[in-house]
């Protein structure tokens, strides 16, 4: 006899990873290598360690460990805030009137409101071990900056944040928070650095981009000795923390004898989405079972949906490494959303790979339409979500309908990153009906993927 699933699936302690799964080493046709921008050759470590920590670029190398060992130290952080719940979403059943099976990974209960947490404070534990003064970085919605700041003041690390200017600006709390974490915060672009200035020149008036302000972090780390960068999302490092998630998921799922048929996250980065797809998309790599994969991104950023599968350079100021992936241009320039984490012009190397080789699918979803779902999901399961996950719930509920009008009881799965208590202008807006869609034209994202660098190998 099926045990009851109660409203919250609760992991005991014991049952948390103590290892962070790799989806990579199950993965046959692995994702591209990053590539030094200047001779076009696959960046070795020595250079990778220029810019980032040197324990955290041997596991963004590392592509034959399925399983790498979580330290005790960060276990124990985790503690604090996970296992995080797994959430059967009666309530919302019950009001759609669908046969589906909805279930949600919570991953808001920490003071950075998200999934960030997970690989901040792994980064800044590899930081700190690495003796190194300080860290910086990049933030959009100002949750990874938050959660960065968190684990600096946990370790004692000074942490240098450039915010993207819109969000600075939309989210005047976000960026309190991180202050009060001991962190110093910039909108970006801003005047601080050359490539700021240069940006600045290039789009006078521009509202930023995580292209933008990651370039402007990267600078920092490199002028200021002690110093490295650190990033929220894209690299396969911070998928790898992130695992966290997917690995929760499927224990409290297979706890109850659950196995999900949709597995649903938002796409920006692709670090909340890789995590919690990462140990089912390996089943299926590894022939031991089928999802149903969705990636949703915003129609305003849609790198999957109508981006090209090339090399492209991470950052605005073209800095970074060159990464395979899909993309609209390192040059492109978002629309001012309120869905800030996810104003990415690009996706992780191995989201992008999974994508290409069939294993999940893509859908751009408006703006207005992400905002009547999260109120709706709010007044129904009471909580208020923040707009990046709230385009997971959109087309959760899009695929529960879908459910009612065939009748199968699916099982849906889909991550909630986090919550929206800092996004109240953003709902202010959709609440006085001031919030319009924006849907860049076919001409604006050829412009944009027209400057992406054209070499031997990099044909699309």
Do not use: W
């Given at each position: 006899m099926a045990k009851e699933i109660p409203y919250k699936i609760y992991l005991e302690e014991s049952e948390m990873p103590k290892a962070w799964y790799n989806v990579r080493a199950d993965m046959k046709?692995?994702?591209?290598?990053?590539?030094?921008?200047?001779?076009?050759?696959?960046?070795?470590?020595?250079?990778?360690?220029?810019?980032?920590?040197?324990?955290?670029v041997a596991q963004e190398l590392n592509e034959t460990d399925a399983y790498i060992e979580i330290p005790?130290?960060?276990?124990?952080?985790?503690?604090?805030?996970?296992?995080?719940?797994?959430?059967?979403?009666?309530?919302?059943?019950?009001?759609?009137?669908?046969p589906a099976h909805i279930y949600y990974k919570f991953e808001g209960n920490n003071t950075s409101g998200s999934h960030k947490l997970n690989s901040a404070i792994a980064q800044a534990y590899y930081a700190k071990k690495q003796g190194l003064k300080g860290v910086t970085t990049e933030t959009g919605a100002g949750q990874w900056g938050t959660a960065l700041s968190m684990a600096s003041s946990y370790f004692g690390l000074d942490c240098v944040v450039y915010m993207v200017k819109c969000s600075y600006e939309q989210k005047p709390f976000r960026r309190e928070v991180i202050r009060t974490y001991g962190a110093n915060v910039t909108p970006s672009p801003s005047m601080n650095t050359e490539v700021g200035r240069r940006i600045n020149a290039e789009f006078p008036g521009t509202n930023g981009s995580l292209g933008c302000a990651i370039s402007e972090a990267v600078e920092h780390a490199m002028t200021h000795e002690g110093y490295r960068y650190v990033l929220g999302s894209v690299l396969n490092q911070v998928l790898l923390h992130q695992s966290v998630i997917g690995l929760e998921t499927k224990t409290a799922l297979d706890k109850y004898g659950v196995k999900a048929d949709i597995i649903i996250g938002c796409a920006g980065g692709g670090s909340n989405l890789g995590g919690l797809i990462s140990p089912f998309a390996g089943e299926m790599l590894r022939g031991e079972a089928d999802y149903k994969i969705i990636a949703v991104e915003p129609a305003s950023c849609p790198?999957?949906?109508r981006g090209v599968y090339a090399y492209d350079y991470c950052d605005t100021g073209k800095v970074c490494p060159l990464q395979k992936m899909y993309t609209l241009g390192s040059g492109f320039m978002p629309s001012a959303s309120h869905a800030g984490g996810l104003r990415y012009h690009g996706m992780s190397s191995i989201v992008s790979e999974l994508y290409d080789q069939g294993l999940m699918e893509a859908r751009s979803v408006e703006q207005t339409s992400v905002f009547q779902a999260a109120e709706d999901f709010a007044r129904i399961e009471g909580i208020l979500p923040a707009p990046e996950s709230s385009h997971a719930i959109?087309?959760?509920?899009?695929?529960?309908?879908?459910?009612k009008e065939t009748g199968e009881a699916k099982n849906i799965v889909f991550g909630l990153t986090g919550t929206g208590y800092f996004d109240m202008y953003a709902y202010k807006a959709f609440n006085d009906g001031e919030m319009g869609d924006y849907i860049p034209s076919d001409a604006e994202i050829k412009k944009a993927t027209d400057m992406i660098p054209r070499f031997p190998g990099n044909e699309f």
């Open positions: 046709k692995k994702p591209a290598p990053l590539l030094n921008p200047q001779t076009h050759k696959p960046c070795t470590a020595e250079e990778l360690e220029q810019v980032f920590c040197k324990e955290l005790e130290e960060i276990r124990n952080f985790y503690k604090m805030y996970r296992p995080a719940p797994l959430v059967r979403a009666y309530c919302l059943e019950k009001k759609l009137g669908t790198s999957l949906t959109r087309v959760a509920i899009d695929e529960a309908m879908k459910c």
